[in-house]
T-cell receptor
Framework: DTEVTQTPKHLVMGMTNKKSLKCEQH?????MYWYKQKAKKPPELMFV???????INESVPSRFSPECPNSSLLNLHLHALQPEDSALYLC???????????????FGSGTRLTVV | AQRVTQPEKLLSVFKGAPVELKCNYS??????LFWYVQYSRQRLQLLLR??SRESIKGFTADLNKGETSFHLKKPFAQEEDSAMYYC???????????????FGRGTQLTVWP
């Protein structure tokens, strides 16, 4: 398995809802990432997890809460989001953090989130 | 600070025409440069990286350290090349590891029949 799998592919949620995005990989990668991509904009790094510990938090609002329960799984818990949080949320992984030059990064196909 | 600039937001060419997507970067160290492609509603995929010096789907890119550029070129564009192309930079630490990725704003390429 050489993929990063994200579920759900699409999510519509209200501003008072609580939901979670899931990311899974079975490549034995020990680093996982969350990116946010607004329409027609480049991906922006949100969080980096290395060996299930949070390594980087790019000043993301607390309404986004990441969780790494094991080395294959990365969740993003969402609560009290705003309409401007609507975006494509991308998960990525790499063998290690920092990633090696040889292996680089692998991206998932993303969850398209709409906050209404 | 690291910065990646893609001056063209949109680029349109006819099928069979040459295409060049520009990318300039700013970084004081030795960067690693990448081109990623995102077809409509699909995942971000790695297209090229400068260290591999290969041609993928007919695309090539050469790192020009003097001009701090990493332009993506294809001599004969195809309709299936229509996509969003992102240039990205990663810092290199101790020669063997990559830092985080910094993306340019992307260029939407449309190839007309």
């Amino acid at each position: 398995d050489t993929e990063v799998t994200q579920t759900p592919k699409h999510l519509v949620m209200g501003m008072t809802n609580k939901k979670s995005l899931k990311c899974e990989q079975h490549m034995g990668h020990r680093a996982m990432y969350w990116y946010k991509q607004k329409a027609k904009k480049p991906p922006e790094l949100m969080f980096v997890y290395s060996y299930e510990k949070l390594s980087i938090n790019e000043s993301v609002p607390s309404r986004f809460s990441p969780e790494c329960p094991n080395s294959s799984l990365l969740n993003l818990h969402l609560h009290a989001l705003q309409p401007e949080d609507s975006a494509l949320y991308l998960c990525a992984s790499s063998q290690e953090w920092p990633a090696s030059r040889r292996d680089g990064y692998t991206f998932g196909s993303g969850t398209r989130l709409t906050v209404v | 600070a690291q910065r990646v600039t893609q001056p063209e937001k949109l680029l349109s060419v006819f099928k069979g025409a040459p295409v060049e997507l520009k990318c300039n970067y700013s970084y004081s160290g030795s960067p690693e440069l990448f081109w990623y492609v995102q077809y409509s509603r699909q995942r971000l995929q790695l297209l090229l990286r400068h260290i591999s010096r290969e041609s993928i789907k007919g695309f090539t890119a050469d790192l020009n350290k003097g001009e701090t550029s990493f332009h993506l070129k294809k001599p004969f564009a195809q309709e299936e090349d229509s996509a969003m192309y992102y240039c990205a930079l990663s810092t290199v630490d101790r020669g063997s590891t990559l830092g985080r990725l910094y993306f340019g704003r992307g260029t939407q390429l449309t190839v007309w029949p």
